[in-house]
């Protein structure tokens, strides 16, 4: 059946389609999520306190519709609803036109589960809003990067490695790899969790410093007899889900363009990054530095 999810928002004002995120609901094999945001929620009627009794009326309702239990009211639901489908979310877009609407469904490339809905809920609706233990969590891809690159290559290649400044010549900034190892060729991985991009450095810096880090290793491993010139740099990059212009636009450049420094992969893949070092029999690359 697949994943999909839509945005619950409160319309403030129809004519200027002025509105706030208010919750999110999903579908995946047969389950209905649902959680709105009380923070939310009380900024909504303190923008438009005469919509206050109208808004809890219509949440009210909403909850009830979508639990079918007009005895239980909760913000925060998990179920079993066997006949849910995308079909159920496209109905909810189409005919809640009041002060609650629903965005259209979006897919998702993955099943989803509490622990994924609820990144996705503070992501998209309202990160302060999300339990310290969910904002704390591993996203997907950090979960790929441990189980298909941290475990098999332990001890193997240099892992979470910061290259320093003083280690090549005319680099001015630190860098740090997810992996980095070398036996012939330099082999090494960076990651980017676009979803949950939350560093104070834009996304490009991290892209342009990347590529500026490879041309220093690449001339300092020929310059010094350490490597070929055919390395292997990969970039772990998940498909973009959120709704900002600027990181669309940065993604769909990264994918629709080839990369003459790295080649990218999606996390579910990483694997092929740690084959490659296997079976090259990579060793660490600070052994070389000392």
């Given at each position: 059946m697949g994943s999909y999810y839509s945005i619950l928002r409160f319309v403030n004002n129809s004519i200027s389609n002025e509105n706030i995120a208010l919750g999110l609901i999903a579908i995946s094999d047969s389950k209905l999520y649902f959680k709105a945001s009380q923070k939310k929620i009380s900024i909504s009627k303190n923008l438009n306190?005469?919509?206050?009794?109208?808004?809890?009326?219509?949440?009210?309702?909403?909850i009830a519709f979508i639990k079918n239990d007009k005895a239980k009211e909760k913000s925060h639901l998990f179920f079993n609803k066997k006949d849910v489908d995308i079909d159920y979310l496209i109905r909810l877009s189409n005919y809640h036109n009041g002060i609650l609407q629903f965005s259209k469904p979006v897919s998702l490339p993955i099943d989803l589960n509490e622990v994924n809905f609820e990144q996705y809920f503070a992501k998209i609706v309202n990160a302060d809003d999300a339990p310290e233990k969910i904002q704390k969590s591993d996203s997907l891809l950090k979960r790929n990067i441990k189980s298909k690159i941290h475990i098999p290559l332990k001890n193997k290649i240099d892992l979470k490695y910061t290259i320093q400044k003083k280690h090549l010549p005319t680099l001015f900034f630190d860098f740090e790899?997810?992996?980095?190892?070398?036996?012939?060729?330099?082999?090494?991985?960076k990651s980017i969790d676009i979803n949950f991009y939350s560093t104070s450095s834009p996304i490009e810096k991290t892209l342009s410093e990347y590529e500026s880090i490879i041309d220093r290793l690449n001339n300092f491993a020929l310059s010094n007899n350490i490597a070929n010139n055919d390395p292997k740099f990969y970039l772990i990059l998940d498909k973009y889900l959120g709704k900002k212009k600027e990181m669309l636009e940065i993604y769909?450049?990264?994918?629709?363009?080839?990369?003459?420094?790295?080649?990218?992969?999606?996390?579910?893949?990483?694997?092929?990054?740690?084959?490659?070092?296997?079976?090259k029999k990579a060793h660490k690359f600070s052994d070389i530095l000392i």
């Open positions: 306190p005469s919509s206050s009794k109208l808004l809890d009326f219509s949440l009210k309702q909403l790899f997810d992996a980095i190892g070398v036996n012939g060729s330099i082999y090494a991985a769909n450049d990264l994918h629709h363009s080839k990369m003459p420094h790295f080649q990218i992969i999606e996390s579910e893949k990483a694997e092929v990054f740690s084959n490659i070092v296997i079976q």
